[in-house]
């Protein structure tokens, strides 16, 4: 099974109705993806698109307050990535410098950042900064290892997206 996907989770700003989102997620987007929403929190997998960062990023200004998203390059590494309400990302940090010609921005200045714009302690940032080029980018186990970022930033993927999202384009 091959790990090549696009994730995001979106924090929408006030006033923004999640289902116009997904709207415009899906005039930017190629492919298939599904989506599970969350009142004004969207989560996004798109599998076969791990650019799925840049469509993100371009909907940020009008849409999003923050977001995190991860394109998975399989066996060629993966990138994990948290976005400004400009869509400028924050905190980047990859396993394979190639993996989507992203720079690594992993500094303690970044994720010191990421965390106020998440409103959790740096400290569990640091801890998977430490720890998780040491792992690998875990070809072919989705989620693996971006989503610690997630749960380290206090948006950890839903156990139950599989049964409770809603598959679109």
């Not at 599904?34 to 969207?42: A, D």
């Not at 869509?87 to 720079?103: D, F, K, M, R, Y």
């Not at 990421?114 to 900064?129: T, Y």
Request: glycine fraction near 10%; charged fraction near 20%; aromatic fraction near 10%.
């Amino acid at each position: 099974m091959s790990s090549f996907s696009g994730w995001a989770v979106v924090d929408l700003k006030d006033g923004r109705d999640a289902v116009d989102f997904v709207e415009a997620l899906g005039e930017v987007i190629e492919g298939a993806y599904s989506v599970l929403v969350e009142r004004r929190r969207v989560f996004v997998y798109a599998g076969y698109a791990p650019l799925l960062y840049s469509e993100v990023a371009t909907l940020m200004p009008e849409w999003g307050s923050r977001a995190i998203t991860a394109g998975d390059f399989d066996e060629q590494g993966v990138v994990n990535q948290v976005l400004g309400a400009d869509g400028t990302a924050v905190h980047t940090a990859s396993i394979n410098e190639g993996a989507g010609a992203l720079p690594r921005n992993d500094t303690p200045q970044a994720r010191r950042a990421a965390a106020r714009l998440f409103g959790v302690d740096a400290a569990a940032l640091d801890e998977v900064s430490a720890t998780w080029a040491a792992r690998g980018a875990m070809p072919s186990v989705l989620g693996e290892p971006y989503l610690r970022w997630w749960t380290a930033l206090g948006v950890p993927w839903p156990d139950d997206f599989g049964r409770r999202a809603v598959a679109r384009g």
